[in-house]
């Protein structure tokens, strides 16, 4: 459940509902496009930027250019997810998918070295042993 408010909300909050005008505004599609190839270079780049700053066990993850090709796919289903719906929801909840699928069916934390309080968070709030390496 962690992981539907950090990344699945938090980013869907800053790379979505920030960054690109809602279809109410009637935003033209060239205005969509520019926005959606602008918001996706921010969410490539916050990745990287994210594992060589506050959270170093996710370094080696985050600069994998096969992450970062995933990232990128992500944040354009999410842009138009957002553009179509106009709600933040069906992006976060995509976005969450995403996320779980990663964790539980792609072992995907077994290719993270999280820092001791993100393992305390995750055993906490999700009740598994993905970190009892750490």
Known sequence: ???????????????????????????????QIIWMIITSVAFIIYHPFQGLTWNPGGREVFINPNFLILAALLGVICTIAYLISGSIWLSVIIHWLAVVIWIVLLDGFAKFNPPFALHFVFNFLVGDNHFSRV
């Open 1 to 31: 459940m962690f992981s539907f408010f950090i990344p699945g909300l938090s980013e869907e909050i800053v790379f979505r509902v920030l960054f690109l005008p809602h279809p109410t505004e009637n935003p033209s599609l060239k205005t």
